[in-house]
């Protein structure tokens, strides 16, 4: 049988793609903020709601730029619960990770616990909207006001989600995107970064292109990390059917939900009142006492079938070697990002899951 993966990505019309090559290739122009990359960032802007965006090559590099602009020092406060992206970025930025634990009832970094983990040498919060949920934004900016910190959301999975008509990419400081092939919206690959300001907009656009303002000043040692026309093409196309592909993936949700209700000792989350979600992901958590099978083996299960969830984010950020001996990367401090880590499972979501495919995956989940 045919493999069914955690996700496909969402490709333009090849006939349309290849109209917009022919353009590139007779306007020979095809990187550094050409005609496509403007019209890309002005869409964008217009479909997220946001006042300012700023493409880039991928969804790591708007994360280390941000810094950069912020100029974030000393120690941030974290999740240990995302892809290592997350905490790579401070680490390329010299900069200590603390690991904070996270809320079970989102995967997110819970404001509650903030407070403890800040210090003298405490700059900035780096939350992520895991899954696409959001983070308890009003919560973490009082922290962050009350002490001068900035916040850096990372927000690479929440493309396209609002709360109460909003874009949850307003939130904080700067919110960071990634337009990865795996992601609900792709450029192949791609990112960008969400600003509030047009001087924020200019330094950022000056950064990401080595920091040069005009062909003779450079204002800040910046970084190459240009989206390029090719890709801002393909995003184009794309965005025109994001909508549908949302759609569509939560129509697989609202079955998995339908169909998994009653399977004791799985558990999911549930939509949240007043939130566009973009349904990027479908996290189940296994309780293995309930269950009979540990969430280890019903991945190895569903694998021996050809079908492929994923065990994201496990492991932790704080379990890797680069950072498991921090002192904020113990067990004690992190209990629930380490309970979540070990029992969730993302099942297989996108656009372009079949009846018959979904029903091959319940059906491996139901399989006493
Ligand atoms: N912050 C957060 C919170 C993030 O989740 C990420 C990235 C970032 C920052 C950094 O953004 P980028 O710099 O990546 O733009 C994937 C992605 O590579 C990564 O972008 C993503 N998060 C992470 C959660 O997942 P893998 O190693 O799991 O992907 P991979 O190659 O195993 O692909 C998964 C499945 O997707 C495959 O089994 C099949 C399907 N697939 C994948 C690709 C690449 C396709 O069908 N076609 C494809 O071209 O990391």
Same mark, same amino acid.
Request: aromatic share 10%.
């Given at each position: 049988?045919?493999?069914?993966?955690?996700?496909?990505?969402?490709?333009?019309?090849?006939?349309?793609?290849?109209?917009?090559?022919?353009?590139?290739?007779?306007?020979?122009?095809?990187?550094?903020?050409?005609?496509?990359?403007?019209?890309?960032?002005?869409?964008?802007?217009?479909?997220?709601?946001?006042?300012?965006?700023?493409?880039?090559?991928?969804?790591?590099?708007?994360?280390?730029?941000?810094?950069?602009?912020?100029?974030?020092?000393?120690?941030?406060?974290?999740?240990?619960?995302?892809?290592?992206?997350?905490?790579?970025?401070?680490?390329?930025?010299?900069?200590?990770?603390?690991?904070?634990?996270?809320?079970?009832?989102?995967?997110?970094?819970?404001?509650?616990?903030?407070?403890?983990?800040?210090?003298?040498?405490?700059?900035?919060?780096?939350?992520?909207?895991?899954?696409?949920?959001?983070?308890?934004?009003?919560? *973490?900016?009082?922290? =962050?006001? &009350? %002490? @001068?910190?900035?916040?850096?959301?990372?927000?690479?999975?929440?493309?396209? !989600?609002? $709360?109460?008509?909003?874009?949850?990419?307003?939130?904080?400081?700067?919110?960071?995107?990634?337009?990865?092939?795996?992601?609900?919206?792709?450029?192949?690959?791609?990112?960008?970064?969400?600003?509030?300001?047009?001087?924020?907009?200019?330094?950022?656009?000056?950064?990401?292109?080595?920091?040069?303002?005009?062909?003779?000043?450079?204002?800040?040692?910046?970084?190459?990390?240009?989206?390029?026309?090719?890709?801002?093409?393909?995003?184009?196309?794309?965005?025109?059917?994001?909508?549908?592909?949302?759609?569509?993936?939560?129509?697989?949700?609202?079955?998995?939900?339908?169909?998994?209700?009653?399977?004791?000792?799985?558990?999911?989350?549930?939509?949240?009142?007043?939130?566009?979600?973009?349904?990027?992901?479908?996290? *189940?958590?296994?309780? =293995?006492? &309930? %269950? @009979?099978?540990?969430?280890?083996?019903?991945?190895?299960?569903?694998?021996? !079938?050809? $079908?492929?969830?994923?065990?994201?984010?496990?492991?932790?950020?704080?379990?890797?070697?680069?950072?498991?001996?921090?002192?904020?990367?113990?067990?004690?401090?992190?209990?629930?990002?380490?309970?979540?880590?070990?029992?969730?499972?993302?099942?297989?979501?996108?656009?372009?899951?079949?009846?018959?495919?979904?029903?091959?995956?319940?059906?491996?989940?139901?399989?006493?």
């Amino acid at each position: 049988m045919e493999q069914i993966t955690v996700t496909s990505p969402l490709l333009p019309d090849l006939e349309e793609f290849n109209a917009l090559l022919k353009e590139i290739w007779d306007s020979k122009w095809i990187t550094n903020n050409g005609r496509f990359h403007k019209q890309l960032e002005k869409e964008l802007a217009s479909y997220l709601k946001v006042p300012y965006i700023s493409l880039f090559t991928n969804g790591t590099l708007p994360l280390i730029t941000a810094l950069q602009a912020l100029r974030v020092t000393g120690e941030v406060i974290t999740t240990p619960y995302s892809f290592v992206a997350t905490t790579h970025s401070l680490w390329w930025n010299g900069i200590k990770p603390v690991f904070v634990d996270v809320d079970p009832s989102t995967c997110n970094l819970d404001p509650s616990k903030i407070e403890a983990a800040i210090t003298p040498k405490t700059t900035a919060i780096m939350p992520v909207h895991c899954y696409g949920k959001p983070c308890d934004t009003k919560a *973490i900016q009082e922290v =962050a006001d &009350k %002490y @001068g910190l900035k916040v850096i959301y990372d927000a690479a999975h929440a493309f396209g !989600v609002e $709360v109460d008509g909003e874009s949850i990419l307003n939130a904080g400081d700067m919110s960071t995107l990634s337009f990865h092939a795996t992601k609900v919206y792709n450029t192949i690959e791609g990112g960008a970064m969400v600003m509030h300001d047009e001087q924020t907009k200019k330094r950022i656009d000056y950064l990401k292109n080595f920091g040069f303002a005009n062909e003779t000043t450079v204002v800040a040692p910046g970084i190459n990390s240009k989206m390029d026309e090719v890709r801002a093409a393909y995003g184009l196309l794309n965005l025109r059917q994001v909508d549908a592909a949302i759609e569509a993936r939560r129509k697989v949700a609202r079955i998995y939900r339908e169909e998994l209700r009653d399977v004791p000792g799985i558990t999911f989350f549930e939509d949240m009142p007043g939130v566009r979600h973009n349904y990027s992901y479908f996290p *189940i958590f296994v309780d =293995a006492e &309930k %269950y @009979g099978r540990t969430r280890d083996q019903l991945y190895f299960d569903m694998k021996s !079938v050809d $079908v492929l969830g994923r065990r994201y984010f496990y492991p932790l950020i704080s379990d890797f070697s680069t950072y498991r001996g921090l002192p904020s990367a113990t067990r004690e401090n992190l209990p629930v990002a380490y309970r979540l880590a070990d029992t969730v499972l993302c099942l297989p979501m996108h656009h372009a899951l079949t009846d018959r495919e979904i029903e091959r995956i319940i059906g491996c989940i139901k399989k006493p």
